[in-house]
RNA sequence: GGCCCCAUCGUCUAGCGGUCAGGACACCGCCCUCUCAAGGCGGAGGCGGGGGUUCAAUUCCCCCUGGGGUCACCA
């Protein structure tokens, strides 16, 4: 009864220790199209308690990132809620009281050891070995009160087994044995993950835990916290490691994580959400571009698939383009170009010039970071002429000087116009039409590869056109 | 190394005992064509190996191999 009557509840929980990763927004994504399925809530909570990593300004960009990405959540640090606070260093409080609460239980017990002996028995053992579990309480708490610094371990039932049902992947048995006495609360009064991430998915009514495979060994860990609180179990989902191309996961040494990257590039938010989606999930049909609120509806575990996949940069690029070219509106794209162009210093003149551009751009660039670059022509006179064009308009000169009389006889440069003029002056030379193109768009351009060219002089129109007829000649001539 | 997870084209994947093993990216060719793209059509390319179970294994089980993860007072 209280089982089924528990709204499903998800969240990230994410460490502020850098650049806001990709495997994060990975993992949200998951989170949030779970949450959404099923009405249920999505929650940010920020794991900052390690003070040596804390990066400041990374949880404003983490948050960021997310709402970039569209993934927005019911509570979080910035806009509160009803577990407020949402940040682990506001709750230290909590997680001593509950490490304590293990202790008086016995699920718990104080260790006093320095970071030397510990490095000294992790060598001679092979990882710690208990021994303050020897300590009788009364000592232990003696000490503890004379302020002596210590740590609180968890203190694992041994011998014994314990059982971690992963939804993904079924039940795995863990001899607890193998499972070691975690330290529970730093001797700083920080919590660990593993007490601070149980305490506040208890106390935050989270009912689902889906998060990196990394966690899946430490989940018994979990379970035991769990059990020794008499919490009611989550259900626990792990979903693969994104790897690199190499095959290791994706790191900071082998490619790009952080997602601020992929925006710099030009990816479209929409894009990286989709491309992220299908790193394990598919759709029933076999589509690939679809949106947040389609996967939402076709969601279901059972389309997840938990091999680690790479991520693969040009897939990406391919569906950042199809966006681009397919999926966005001319009006949308526009918006989208604009900080672009304005980084590369370049004027739009008008919406109305940019959207013309674009409709003919379009097909030709798959990031917005490409645009500024492949289109510069057509928002100023500042452009390079390439090697090749540069030959190509000395090959063509004769013909040029020759079509530059024809432009500008013509009483508009709409294609109705210039496509017969142009077909009939080559016609009567006896030149294959390209013969003539290619000078004429390596004078008007400076490359080779651009828009048709009848689309293009409209868009351009006659008083640039022939300016820069003018200024190619007179280029050769120099 | 111990423990754990995983395993279909180069990559992302569909498959849930009987399929010509399907799709997408990338690659190659053709078409379109004023260039370059986009688009259309076609091609090449895969079930890691060995045992079982079964009339029948990509599919179920076991072993091996391979890959990955994890073994902190980091998350």
Do not use: C
């Amino acid at each position: 009864m209280a089982r089924m009557s528990r709204m499903v509840t998800t969240r990230i929980a994410p460490s502020p220790t850098g650049d806001p990763h990709v495997g994060t927004a990975y993992i949200a994504l998951f989170n949030y199209v779970w949450a959404r399925k099923n009405g249920g809530r999505f929650i940010v909570r920020i794991e900052d308690t390690d003070r040596a990593r804390y990066v400041e300004g990374a949880e404003k960009q983490i948050l960021n990132m997310l709402k970039w990405l569209g993934l927005d959540y019911d509570e979080g640090p910035d806009i509160g809620g009803p577990h407020a606070p949402y940040r682990q260093s506001e709750r230290l409080d909590l997680y001593k009281k509950y490490a304590e609460e293990l202790v008086r239980s016995g699920w718990a017990y104080r260790a006093f050891e320095t970071p030397e002996e510990l490095e000294k028995i992790r060598k001679e053992k092979g990882g710690y070995d208990g021994r303050a579990r020897n300590i009788p309480p009364e000592e232990a708490e003696a000490r503890a009160r004379a302020g002596e610094p210590h740590v609180i371990r968890l203190k694992v039932p041994r011998p014994g087994t314990t059982e971690v049902r992963d939804e993904l992947r079924g039940t795995v048995v863990y001899d607890n044995a193998e499972i070691p006495d975690v330290v529970l609360l730093k001797s700083d009064g920080y919590p660990t993950y593993h007490l601070a991430n149980v305490v506040d998915d208890h106390l935050m009514g989270v009912t689902d835990v889906i998060r990196g495979e990394e966690w899946l060994v430490s989940t018994p860990i979990h379970v035991l916290l769990y059990r020794a609180f008499g919490w009611e179990l989550p259900k626990f989902y792990h979903m693969p490691l994104l790897r690199a191309p190499g095959g290791a996961k994706l790191s900071k040494r082998t490619g790009h994580t952080s997602v601020d990257y992929y925006r710099e590039q030009g990816i479209l938010p929409e894009a990286l959400r989709n491309y992220l989606s299908l790193m394990g999930f598919s759709m029933p049909d076999g589509r690939e571009i679809f949106t947040l609120e389609e996967m939402i509806e076709a969601f279901d575990w059972k389309r997840v698939h938990v091999g680690a996949p790479v991520f693969d940069w040009e897939k990406l690029v391919w569906m950042n383009g199809k966006y681009i070219r397919e999926v966005l509106s001319l009006d949308e794209l526009a918006e989208r170009v604009k900080p672009f162009l304005e980084a590369a210093g370049l004027d739009w003149r008008s919406d109305a010039y940019l959207k013309k551009v674009l409709e003919l751009m379009r097909p030709r660039f798959e990031t917005l970071k490409e645009f500024p670059e492949k289109a510069r022509y057509f928002f100023t006179d500042d452009f390079d002429y390439e090697e090749k064009a540069v030959k190509e308009i000395q090959k063509g000169a004769e013909i040029l000087r020759e079509l530059k009389g024809l432009l500008e006889s013509l009483p508009d440069f709409r294609p109705a116009t210039t496509e017969p003029a142009i077909k009939a002056f080559a016609e009567e030379r006896g030149l294959k039409l390209r013969k003539v193109m290619q000078p004429l768009r390596a004078a008007i351009t400076g490359r080779l590869a651009t828009p048709g060219m009848y689309e293009m002089l409209e868009v351009l129109g006659k008083d640039t056109v022939l300016r820069r007829l003018d200024r190619a000649l007179k280029l050769i001539e120099a």
